[in-house]
């Protein structure tokens, strides 16, 4: 299991970076999955968010399994997805984004169990200006510290 120090040691872990470009077919399909019509003048679908801004920083799902060392099915629970846009997203405009981890700490739950709770944050740039940001906080399940009597 990570140690305490593992565990603070993620905030500041920055991700490689990169660049994201919605194309057509993939805000089509996801508009489609959400049961809506497509949205008028290629404004990309808010679900977006759950994937590009990851794959975009040049990283994925499994490496921040990885970052916080999930040790298996059932392991990781998603805690909040906060998403801020400070501009329209858009079909075929390329986005440049960065991010890091920017919070990662030790809890105990009410039932005895360690919870580690990490927070990432990632950022899409439209040229100099930011366009959405995203601060998804993930909670990783630990060992059971002691015996649930309810």
Known sequence: MITENELRALVGHRF???HYRIAHWENWLLT???GRAPMPDDLAHPVV???APILGAGTSIAELFRLGQASGAGSVGLESYDWEYFEPLREDVEYRVEGSI???ERTV???GNIVDRVAFQ???YDG???AARV???WKFRRELLHADTR
């Open 49 to 51: 968010l759950f994937h």
């Open 102 to 104: 920017i919070e990662a």
């Open 32 to 34: 489609d999955c959400t």
């Open 135 to 137: 601060t998804n906080r």
């Open 109 to 111: 739950n009410d039932i």
């Open 128 to 130: 100099e200006m930011l």
């Open 122 to 124: 990632i950022e899409m």
């Open 16 to 18: 490689p970076g990169g």
